[in-house]
């Protein structure tokens, strides 16, 4: 299970202890939300691209969404959400519990700018009932982005 190697991950960074596993399904923003007793802009949610034949992972905030026009001008492409059939087999976590830790080689991870708000989030752990809540500086180090980008909207204030 991908949840199993995430744990391993944060173990040998002495982090385990700060994952959450639910009773309950995380799987969406707004049930991740729930289940940890936040506001759901502080979920970080991964979404999954394919950019040039490539998987690419964006970590963004809960109440952000992609743009489109952002996203070109920074991929140089439409943006293409994977089919939640490709998923797990190009990035390494089942849909509901992707996320930018332990994932396959090969899969870039870039975070968004509307993340930069927050003191902490809450990405997910590789099940559809898990998080773990990282500063932001602990999220840039152990998703280990190639970037930080800025294609969202409706986050801002």
């Known amino acids: 299970m991908a949840i199993e190697k995430v744990r391993e991950y944060f173990r040998n960074n002495g982090m385990e202890d700060r994952i959450h596993e639910f009773d309950v399904s ?67 976590h089942a849909v509901g519990g992707v996320c930018p830790f332990v994932i396959k080689e090969g899969v870039t991870v870039y975070l968004d700018e509307s993340l930069k708000r927050f003191q902490t989030v809450f990405p997910a752990c590789g099940s559809s009932n898990s998080a773990i809540e990282l500063t932001i500086e602990e999220l840039e180090k152990y998703a280990a982005p190639a970037d930080w980008v800025d294609v969202c909207k409706g986050w801002q204030v």
């Not at 952000?64 to 140089?76: L, M, V």
């Open 26 to 92: 995380s799987a969406t923003v707004e049930l991740a939300a729930e289940a940890l007793h936040c506001e759901p802009c502080r979920i970080a949610k991964t979404l999954s691209f394919m950019v040039n034949d490539r998987p690419i992972l964006i970590v963004a905030a809960g109440d952000a969404k992609i743009d489109n026009a952002r996203y070109k001008a920074q991929f140089g492409t439409k943006a293409k959400m994977l089919g939640r059939e490709e998923v797990e087999e190009l990035i390494g």
